[in-house]
């Protein structure tokens, strides 16, 4: 079916033809009403407890039956579809906000302080239990759709202690799909491509160890402020001398501490900084040279050094076929100018990497506008993700819930 997409969100000049779902009345204006109900009540990683009793009682009132508990607020839900056997899709959106305050004044802004939803996980969560609504009142296709609703996405890894409390053994999935919103591109565009899309998040953490004295003798001291200085130096040679030139890489010291008087020279210097990239043999590479660089240098100054590296996120590596799969899906919703099924990677990082690191999958980004959905817009301009001003557009959800379900129809019926 062909609908015109009409939504109080688009202006005037930007009707956009798309094949929706031809929802019944009242379902949009509902699932809006539920995404404002989640952005209301903000709940940071591991404390999506409202958002998870939520979800479950949803999910149970559309007659799916829930697992819940994987990954602590994690909530799985099993639709079975009426044609057997088949495979199994897996749908995933994530459920936590950030710990900061938010600007906004609307009606639906956060009512706790110091939390918000500033990333559009509260759309994220309303799209799929959209699709997870539909999919359960029509269920004409064979095998099975998982749905997944994961805890702690922004920090703490949700997505991999859903994965080791057992969701992939407990739900075999053949493949599994993922969305994000993205802002300043008009409603109704997707970007998405095939292998890396997003970076790899690493943190470090190096202690510079030398020897505290009088500033006004600094003879008796090995001073780690210079060595903390000399390192942080040499380390921006990494990224420009030791990485081939087609790759790409960041490496940023975004905190330097050291010292608490005028005229002491402390004891210790520590750097701590993030390290984003797309392959783990340039990432080898970095950690490496990180490590020589600040091992000798201290060592040059009589220093010592604690070297601490964390890799946190995986990088995001879409998988070929199944990417081709959703752009076809994509395409067939909004048209081909619509997707840009080449859009450059972003060095954000993503914990959906872990999930694509064991089942074949695609990840893409839903355009969510330039704030033509805010009304007290003002002179602010369009907002980024994680300002506190920003807003999911609910002229996404009709979008969204499309898009999952006829992911999740066409991949069981093919
Ligand atoms: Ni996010």
Redo the contacts with the bound molecule.
């Keep these: 079916m062909v609908n015109l997409a009409y939504h109080k969100a688009f202006p005037v000049y930007q009707i956009v033809l798309m094949n929706l779902l031809d929802f019944p009345t009242g379902v949009i204006a509902e699932l809006e009403a539920l995404r404002r109900d989640i952005h209301a009540h903000p709940e940071l990683g591991y404390e999506e407890h409202r958002t998870s009793d939520l979800v479950a009682a949803k999910l149970i009132e559309w007659g799916i039956p829930v697992t819940r508990e994987l990954g602590g607020t994690g909530v799985v839900g099993v639709i079975v579809g009426t044609g057997g056997g088949g495979k199994t899709i897996g749908l995933r959106a994530?459920m936590d906000a950030l710990p900061m305050q938010e600007q906004n004044t609307f009606a639906h802004a956060s009512k706790h302080a110091g939390r918000m939803h500033a990333?559009?996980?509260d759309g994220h969560t309303t799209m799929l239990l959209g699709a997870a609504r539909w999919l359960s009142q029509h269920r004409n296709f064979p095998g099975k759709v998982v749905v997944i609703f994961q805890p702690a996405?922004?920090s703490a890894g949700g997505a991999r202690r859903m994965i080791e409390d057992g969701l992939l053994l407990q739900f075999p999935l053949d493949a599994v799909f993922a969305m994000?919103n993205w802002p300043m591109h008009e409603v109704g565009r997707f970007g998405v491509r095939a292998g890396p899309m997003m970076a790899a998040s690493n943190s470090f953490r190096v202690t510079i160890k030398g020897r505290g004295s009088h500033a006004a003798q600094p003879q008796r001291s090995v001073d780690p402020v210079m060595t903390a200085v000399q390192i942080a130096q040499s380390w921006q040679t990494i990224v420009s001398r030791n990485i081939n030139p087609g790759k790409s890489a960041v490496l940023s010291i975004t905190q330097i501490h050291a010292g608490s008087a005028v005229n002491v020279i402390p004891d210790e210097a520590v750097l701590i900084g993030t390290v984003r990239n797309f392959d783990t043999d340039v990432l080898d590479m970095i950690e490496k040279r990180m490590r020589e660089i600040a091992e000798h240098t201290a060592a040059a100054f009589n220093a010592t050094v604690d070297f601490r590296f964390l890799r946190s996120y995986p990088a995001v590596v879409n998988h070929e076929s199944e990417t081709a799969f959703a752009v076809n899906v994509l395409e067939s919703i909004v048209g081909k100018e619509n997707v840009n099924a080449n859009m450059e990677p972003t060095m954000g990082a993503?914990d959906f990497a872990f999930y694509l690191e064991q089942v074949p999958g695609c990840y893409v980004f839903i355009a969510n506008g330039r704030d033509e959905h805010r009304d007290d817009l003002g002179s602010l301009g369009p907002c980024s993700?994680h300002h506190p001003r920003y807003d999911f557009n609910d002229a996404l959800l009709p979008i969204g819930v499309t898009y999952f379900v006829r992911l999740a129809e066409e991949f069981l019926r093919k």
């Design positions: 994530d990333c559009g996980h996405e922004e994000h993503e993700l």
